[in-house]
Each structure stands twice: as structure tokens, then as C-alpha cells.
């Protein structure tokens, strides 16, 4: 079978002549160019979208770290209103009367010991409050 394909080539190389053998490279050597040149617009073509890809996730991911930035600060401003809130309930129990008197009430009442109903029990009670 190989003598005979190889006698086929021979016979069709002998039937041609040069400048159809000519002809043939050159044809050759444009659908080689041409398939390389295909080649090499398809890797181009993958290689920029390979790239438009990555900036897309990079997009994605600056967006994603702005929002969480906004979110950090919309945290941040609820807690400094609660901490300016809890200062400013301070400052009006410690400066007006009745939360003064409330103040010094509740202290009293947790440092003075109940006075007993039994009446032996009065003189301690006093030496303790004085």
C-alpha cells in the first residue's frame, strides 16, 4: 500500500510542472499564513477578554469595598449618635434637681441598711446610719 501511494506522488509531482508546483507552494504558504494569522487573532481575542474579565472583578471588588466603607461609616455615625444620646442623659440627670435627687437617693438607699420594725433594734440602726 506505501509503494503505492508513494508512486502516486510521483506521478503526480512528474505530471505537474514547476511553475504549477510553484503555484501550489505559494498556495501553501498563504493558507499557512493565514491559519497562523487566525491563530494568532484568536489568542489576541481571548487574551482581551481574558483582560476585560479581570478588570470586571476588579470593578466589582472596589464597588464592593466602597459599600462596605459606607457601611462602616453609617455604623459608625449610629454609634457616635447612641454615645452623644447616653452623654447628653448624663449631663441632664447631673444637672437638673431631679436627677440629682435621684442620683443621691438611689446612693443612699444602696449604702443604708433597712431600718428594722422592732423597736430594740432602733439604737443600731443609728449607730450604723452615723
Not at 481575542?45 to 466603607?69: I, N, P, V
Not at 455604623?75 to 444637672?95: F, G, H, I, M, Y
Amino acid at each position: 500500500m506505501r509503494q503505492v501511494v508513494r508512486s502516486c506522488e510521483l506521478q503526480t509531482f512528474d505530471g505537474m510542472s514547476m511553475s504549477e508546483e510553484e503555484m501550489r507552494l505559494k498556495r501553501l504558504k498563504l493558507e499557512l499564513e493565514m491559519k497562523k494569522m487566525e491563530q494568532h487573532k484568536e489568542l489576541k481575542l481571548k487574551e482581551m477578554e481574558h483582560e476585560a474579565g479581570l478588570k470586571k472583578q476588579e470593578m466589582e471588588l472596589k464597588k464592593r469595598e466602597l459599600d462596605l466603607r459606607a457601611m462602616e461609616m453609617e455604623e459608625n455615625k449610629v454609634v457616635k449618635r447612641k454615645e452623644l444620646e447616653v452623654k447628653l442623659k448624663d449631663e441632664d440627670r447631673k444637672s437638673s434637681i431631679t436627677g440629682l435627687v435621684k442620683f443621691y437617693g438611689d446612693a443612699l438607699k444602696n449604702s443604708v441598711s433597712k431600718m428594722g420594725s422592732d423597736p430594740v433594734e432602733y439604737p443600731a440602726f443609728f449607730t450604723n446610719v452615723g
